[in-house]
């Protein structure tokens, strides 16, 4: 058994594809950039006023506020300035006062009630450098109590960013992720992009792995050991319950969604070895074998945006390393660093929504670090330098990532702004991993 299966065996009885048992230390890697690498970029800065209430609706402004100028601020689109400076809900928006502040956007807001009932808000983005309204739009919200509550509020946030940018954030987003448990099992869990709403999805006793989001949001794939093997599942995020997607002999790991969801890629054991294969999710049938290694593996399938080519991992070099290949078949492209006679390891890629970029998580002097593909130059950029860094995962803005961290301040769930670098915990502790960032779960209702 070659070092690359045991590392696959060693996988799902570890349930992680943690560092030291996989490879051997590589080489510092050539090509790489291993300074961390950001490009600077100019944030305008922007201003939330408080936001104006009817009668009634007071106590739903400040928290709504407060969800939106967190969202516009995580977007790292904007130098949030957090102090309104004394201005009063409902006062005339003087945009000339906030320009010689230096800012450049101007949120102004209210809570409204619209013909039929129904609670709006209400959001008015001011051009301070032109003196004119960008945009003015209500949108639906239910009620305060309601589940789905934050997530409109996360959707109309994105709206904005939308409005100011030319492209949506992503805050109506959730994370899937898997927790370690005392007695030993992992099951899997669900949180809001800025870490409320943590939601238990299994509760198994068992090793749960590898959760993937349908491209709507509506589906999550993960392998679990529920009756004893490493089965292939999807759970229905509406109705709760489960159906088997493949119970093949020998492994069904690290699912992933094609772009239309039609179909489901992912590893399994054939014939000894571990392959990437396909099943049709809708007609719920239909296995189809993609790579044919006879004496190598190859795992962890991402798709390109497109549908057309697929990113996984593979040993065919000696060691662990990234590729990419046309889905009906043809010849795999090396995406990661590789010198004859060198030692890597590199696994658990994700391509952009994007489409330009695939990032990954690679071992560089004995830890795991997070790094970044430029598919159109060559380049391979180095994302993280503090702790063990695994398992990338990108928004829905192809611009941030989550990412698990055995040791970076105490261990847990980070995300990472791959444009400007900033980090931010999303969840910390020990025992998080194989995070996987949903695609926007909502978009805003606009009122009539």
Known sequence: MNIFRLGVMTLLAAAVFAGGALAQEPREPTGVRLGLMYQPEYQPGL????????????????????????????????????????????????????????????????????????????????????????????????????????????????????????????????????????????????????????????????????????????????????SGSPLLYERDMRAGNDRLISDRDGINITPTYSPDGSTIAFSTTVSGNTEIATYNAEQDCCLEQHTEGRRFDSLSPSYSPDGRRLAFVSNRLGEPHIYIMPVGGGEPRLISDYAFGGRAYNTSPDWSPTGDQITYHSRLNSVMQIMVADLETGDRRLLTNEGNNEDPSWAADGRHVVFSSRDREGGGLFILDTVGGRVRPLLRGTGYGLPDWSPALRRADSAP
């Open 47 to 226: 201003v939330v006023l408080p936001f104006a209430a009817e009668a009634g609706s007071e106590a739903m402004a400040q928290p709504i506020r407060g969800i939106v100028e967190q969202d516009l601020d995580y977007s790292d689109r904007f130098e949030v300035m957090r102090d309104a400076g004394g201005v009063e809900a409902g006062e005339p928006v003087n945009v000339e006062l906030w320009k010689e502040r230096g800012v450049d956007w101007v949120l102004d807001g209210s809570i409204e009630t619209g013909p039929g009932g129904d609670t709006l808000l209400r959001l008015v983005l001011h051009d301070a450098v032109y003196g004119s309204v960008k945009d003015d739009r209500s949108f639906v919200l239910p009620a305060q109590g309601d589940p789905n509550f934050r997530m409109a509020v996360h959707a109309a946030a994105d709206e904005i960013v939308g409005w100011a940018t030319g492209d949506l954030g992503s805050a109506a987003s959730r994370i899937a992720f898997v927790l370690d448990a005392r007695d030993g099992s992992k099951e899997m869990y669900v949180i809001d992009y800025d870490g409320e709403n943590v939601q238990r999805i299994t509760s198994d006793g068992a090793i749960t792995l590898s959760p993937a989001w349908s491209p709507d949001g509506s589906r999550v794939a993960f392998t679990s050991y529920r």
